[in-house]
């Protein structure tokens, strides 16, 4: 079980204590007294693979955290209002200074490398519609493409997973 459902122990609708046995079997948080159950689901993430002609990936190297200096392919977080699509595409021109169309999905992976925030990511094509290639929003200290197949030192597994694939096809 995770810690997030370890540190809640009364239940926000009526402040009765939580236990970890609800109906269903599976441990989460639940409250007896009201039927609250606190699902913890994963956050959605998305990245942009973007190739140039020779078929290397764009990476960025990680500015900040526990993943600084690390690369990964330009990715963040879907908002509560947000489609998946539009995410991939504002997140990916936050980072990189461009603008994307996007094509199909490359790939869907669970990431359960952080133990406090499990998320699902979602990998889309790219094409560049425009915009200036540099590191935009201080999340990321470089942009450079490498080969999917000898990538540098990656943040997140998920992401040598995605670039394994690519370099197979």
Known sequence: MS??????????????????????????????????????????????????????VLLGRR????????????CGYVEWDEHVRDAARREFEEETGLAVELGAVVAVHSNFHNPGQHTVGIWFEGAVAGGTLHPADGELTELAYFD????????????????????GS
């Not at 000898?150 to 690519?166: E, I, R, Y």
Request: hydrophobic residues 45%; glycine residues 10%; charged residues 15%.
């Open 3 to 56: 810690s997030l459902a370890e540190r809640r122990t009364f239940c926000p609708e009526c402040g009765a204590a939580l236990v970890f046995d609800p109906p269903g079997g599976r441990p989460r948080p639940y409250c007896r007294a009201c039927g609250y159950v606190r699902y913890l689901n994963p956050a959605c993430g998305v990245a942009v693979v973007l190739r140039n002609p020779a078929g290397a």
């Open 63 to 74: 500015a900040t955290g526990v993943y600084a200096g690390l690369w990964c392919i330009p």
């Open 148 to 167: 999917p197949a000898s990538p540098p030192a990656l943040a997140f597994p998920t992401d040598a997973l995605v670039l394994a694939q690519l370099a």
